[in-house]
């Protein structure tokens, strides 16, 4: 054999080996537990919703997902450790609202270019709820009582800049009302306070606030949906009151943006499949959860344009200089 054969020969096999590594490694993956992190508490809608999902995900993907939370800057600390996480398939999380306004408030160096979304999970749109026995059964009744003693109501919220706060700024520009926001830190204590007395309503998500509806400590006025929400089908929008308010969070699976293409389509493809569980599908059901599946790709050029109008509400709101 001549040694130019000799020389094809070997470079054949070196390239087939090289394939068959690469191929190799991309079957093996994932070889070992994958990180879901969750920026919020255990025991919130967001850590709930996360952990439902990935609940099956041996079955799916041949390992356990394992959620941690990470807590701390109204989801800031969670989020930043997420986008600076190693791009390796074993770690990705769970992202929400927040993530569009911590740049503009200058509260961490975040934002939705520095994760890539691998698909929407739900939204979980803002209402406008009180006790069961206060004075208002309707929206009307209560933005007349607003309208009659401004500032003397209070809302219960998130801090300035988050989702909630948001939705009840939101919320009295477009009814034309002044009612105080008082804020807590998340919707689990708004919804405390509000079955304490402490305030007259919150604006809390549907998911946050539908048990104590059911356990008729709660009445929902109005939801802030296109439509009336499936969980609530008896409670009118702000929009059949002829009030433009459309307006809620969402939650979102993500991972570090350089990830390898290959180990992101084995994890979205899982994910999805794990979305369409009929288990999880019946959960998301018994428990008020608005699924609402995007494509990560799509999600991603939807948040460009939600990311503009979120600053242009903080901007309104005072709470930035643009």
């Given at each position: 054999?001549?040694?130019?054969?000799?020389?094809?020969?070997?470079?054949?096999?070196?390239?087939?080996?090289?394939?068959?590594?690469?191929?190799?490694?991309?079957q093996e993956y994932?070889?070992?537990?994958?990180?879901?992190?969750?920026?919020?508490?255990?025991?919130?809608?967001?850590?709930?919703?996360?952990?439902?999902?990935?609940?099956?995900?041996?079955?799916?993907?041949?390992?356990?997902?394992?959620?941690?939370?990470?807590?701390?800057?109204?989801?800031?600390?969670?989020?930043?450790?997420?986008?600076?996480?190693?791009?390796?398939?074993?770690?990705?999380?769970?992202?929400?609202?927040?993530?569009?306004?911590?740049?503009?408030?200058?509260?961490?160096?975040?934002?939705?270019?520095?994760?890539?979304?691998?698909?929407?999970?739900?939204?979980?749109?803002?209402?406008?709820?009180?006790?069961?026995?206060?004075?208002?059964?309707?929206?009307?009744?209560?933005?007349?009582?607003?309208?009659?003693?401004?500032?003397?109501?209070?809302?219960?919220?998130?801090?300035?800049?988050?989702?909630?706060?948001?939705?009840?700024?939101?919320?009295?520009n477009v009814t034309?009302?002044?009612?105080?926001?008082?804020?807590?830190?998340?919707?689990?204590?708004?919804?405390?306070?509000?079955?304490?007395?402490?305030?007259?309503?919150?604006?809390?998500?549907?998911?946050?606030?539908?048990?104590?509806?059911?356990?008729?400590?709660?009445?929902?006025?109005?939801?802030?949906?296109?439509?009336?929400?499936?969980?609530?089908?008896?409670?009118?929008?702000?929009?059949?009151?002829?009030?433009?308010?459309?307006?809620?969070?969402?939650?979102?699976?993500?991972?570090?943006?350089?990830?390898?293409?290959?180990?992101?389509?084995?994890?979205?493809?899982?994910?999805?499949?794990?979305?369409?569980?009929?288990?999880?599908?019946?959960?998301?059901?018994?428990?008020?959860?608005?699924?609402?599946?995007?494509?990560?790709?799509?999600?991603?050029?939807?948040?460009?344009?939600?990311?503009?109008?979120?600053?242009?509400?903080?901007?309104?709101?005072?709470?930035?200089?643009?």
């Amino acid at each position: 054999m001549k040694l130019s054969t000799i020389k094809i020969a070997a470079s054949t096999g070196l390239f087939l080996a090289s394939a068959l590594a690469t191929t190799a490694t991309a079957q093996e993956y994932p070889d070992r537990a994958i990180t879901s992190i969750v920026a919020f508490g255990a025991g919130g809608s967001t850590d709930v919703a996360a952990r439902s999902l990935v609940r099956f995900a041996n079955e799916y993907l041949g390992q356990e997902i394992a959620v941690e939370n990470r807590t701390g800057g109204a989801g800031a600390v969670g989020m930043l450790a997420l986008s600076q996480g190693r791009p390796d398939g074993y770690t990705i999380g769970t992202v929400n609202f927040e993530l569009l306004a911590f740049r503009p408030l200058e509260r961490a160096p975040v934002g939705p270019d520095d994760v890539r979304f691998i698909m929407k999970v739900q939204s979980s749109p803002a209402t406008l709820t009180v006790q069961a026995d206060a004075p208002w059964n309707t929206l009307e009744e209560f933005l007349e009582a607003a309208r009659q003693q401004p500032n003397k109501l209070r809302i219960a919220a998130s801090p300035p800049g988050a989702v909630w706060n948001v939705a009840a700024g939101l919320i009295t520009n477009v009814t034309e009302t002044e009612i105080n926001v008082v804020p807590f830190d998340g919707g689990a204590q708004s919804a405390v306070a509000l079955l304490g007395g402490q305030v007259d309503a919150t604006t809390i998500s549907v998911q946050e606030v539908i048990d104590h509806v059911t356990a008729g400590k709660l009445k929902v006025l109005a939801t802030a949906t296109e439509e009336r929400h499936p969980a609530l089908p008896n409670v009118p929008t702000f929009k059949e009151a002829g009030y433009d308010v459309v307006f809620g969070s969402w939650a979102a699976m993500a991972a570090p943006k350089d990830i390898p293409e290959d180990r992101f389509q084995i994890l979205a493809d899982a994910l999805k499949k794990m979305f369409d569980d009929e288990r999880f599908q019946t959960f998301a059901a018994e428990n008020g959860i608005t699924l609402d599946y995007v494509p990560g790709a799509e999600f991603a050029l939807q948040m460009e344009a939600e990311a503009a109008s979120v600053a242009a509400v903080l901007a309104a709101q005072g709470l930035t200089d643009e």
